[in-house]
């Protein structure tokens, strides 16, 4: 069965460092989202992305973060100077059309910041 | 601003017996709802959804029902199998296009032998 797939599983950085959590979702879905889950808090949507574009953020995802597809498999997010309250799990989903509400998740990048 | 809320943390349930997981929504403007199960070290995955137009849909095992007038759906899994340890999550979200899922905190769902 198709997934969607992310890489690394865990990245460790120093704050104020970059970092780049990669994605790809699922071949043929249209629809693209980050989201990110602080220990022991919910899963919060950070942004979605469609048609090259963002389509919808949400307030957490300010001028520090920014969302890329390069190419025609992979979608990433960049965040440009790490605090240490970006320390999360990060989500990568997709879906496939606008009338599938499914999304579906991949296992995550536990992003440490030090 | 909790939209979507879980109001258990947790929940312990005898295997073979039903679970019942709740969760209330505040925004009127929700039209999908959809429970996702995640275990450790995984992403969430899809385990069921209702449209704000149904007040039930069922799937095997699981069931969710929605009461839009109390703006509260349930998550009704039986018989409970120790496979179903596990946090569901409960999200909604509004209107089409690329709209995101806004999620509840989560439920910690026990299956005891």
């Known amino acids: 069965e198709p997934e969607v797939t992310q890489t690394p599983s865990h990245q460790v950085t120093q704050m104020g460092q970059e970092v780049i959590l990669r994605c790809v979702p699922i071949s043929n879905h249209l629809y693209f989202y980050w989201y990110r889950q602080i220990l022991g808090q919910k899963v919060e949507f950070l942004v979605s992305?469609?048609?090259?574009?963002?389509?919808?953020k949400s307030e957490i995802f300010d001028d520090q973060f920014s969302v890329e597809r390069p190419d025609g498999s992979n979608f990433t997010l960049k965040i440009r100077s790490t605090k240490l309250e970006d320390s999360a799990m990060y989500f990568c989903a997709s879906r496939p059309t606008v009338t599938n509400e499914k999304l579906f998740f991949g296992s995550g990048t536990q992003l440490s910041v030090l | 601003d909790q939209q979507v809320k879980q109001n258990s943390p947790s929940l312990s349930v005898q295997e073979g017996r039903i679970s019942i997981l709740n969760c209330d929504y505040t925004?009127?403007?929700?039209?999908?709802f959809l429970w996702y199960k995640k275990y450790p070290a995984e992403g969430p995955t899809f385990l069921i959804s209702?449209?704000?137009?149904?007040d039930k849909n069922e799937d095997g095992r699981f069931t969710v029902f929605l009461n839009k007038s109390a703006k509260h759906l349930s998550l009704h899994i039986v018989p409970s199998q120790p496979g179903d340890s596990a946090v569901y999550f409960c999200?909604?979200?509004?209107?089409?296009?690329?709209?995101?899922?806004?999620f509840g905190k989560g439920t910690h769902l026990i299956i005891q032998p």
């Open positions: 209702i449209s704000s137009i149904k």
């Open positions: 925004n009127s403007m929700f039209d999908y």
């Open positions: 999200a909604a979200r509004t209107g089409g296009g690329a709209d995101g899922l806004t």
């Open positions: 992305f469609y048609n090259n574009e963002i389509s919808e």
